[in-house]
């Protein structure tokens, strides 16, 4: 069984960066894909980016393509979403998740585990 914690969310200008960490603990975290994922207040929950078992697969919405960069360090048992010219429509509250395989796709169903969020306010 997998736990998430994800840090590094705040209130940023637009144009700014921020880095989002997610700290994961359990057995399968480096055999398991991992997806950032983000929802905004009234929206649904909607899938940013992914990664691989072993990093060599990563996939990215079209919104974030470009500005976002997904990476992990299996030996910290540590995920990040490095963010980039940040604009006030990527405030959301975004999560870190686990998949069931070592792929990591679109849909939220597949993801078992989840953290417990951090919130990004990019303000104009």
């Known amino acids: 069984q997998a736990q998430l914690v994800e840090s590094g969310g705040g209130l940023v200008e637009a144009g700014n960066s921020l880095r989002l960490s997610c700290r994961a603990s359990?057995?399968?975290?480096?055999?398991?894909?991992l997806g950032w994922f983000r929802q905004a207040p009234g929206k649904e929950r909607e899938f940013v980016a992914g990664i691989s078992w072993n990093g060599g697969t990563t996939t990215y919405s079209d919104s974030v393509r470009g500005r976002f960069t997904i990476s992990r360090d299996n030996s910290k048992n540590m995920a990040y979403l490095q963010m980039t010219s940040l604009q006030p429509e990527d405030t959301a509250v975004y999560y870190c998740?686990?998949?069931?395989?070592?792929?990591?796709?679109?849909?939220?169903?597949?993801?078992?585990?989840w953290g417990q969020g951090t919130q990004v306010t990019v303000s104009t």
């Open positions: 359990g057995r399968m975290f480096s055999n398991n894909g």
């Open positions: 998740a686990a998949n069931l395989r070592a792929v990591a796709g679109s849909r939220p169903e597949t993801y078992r585990y």
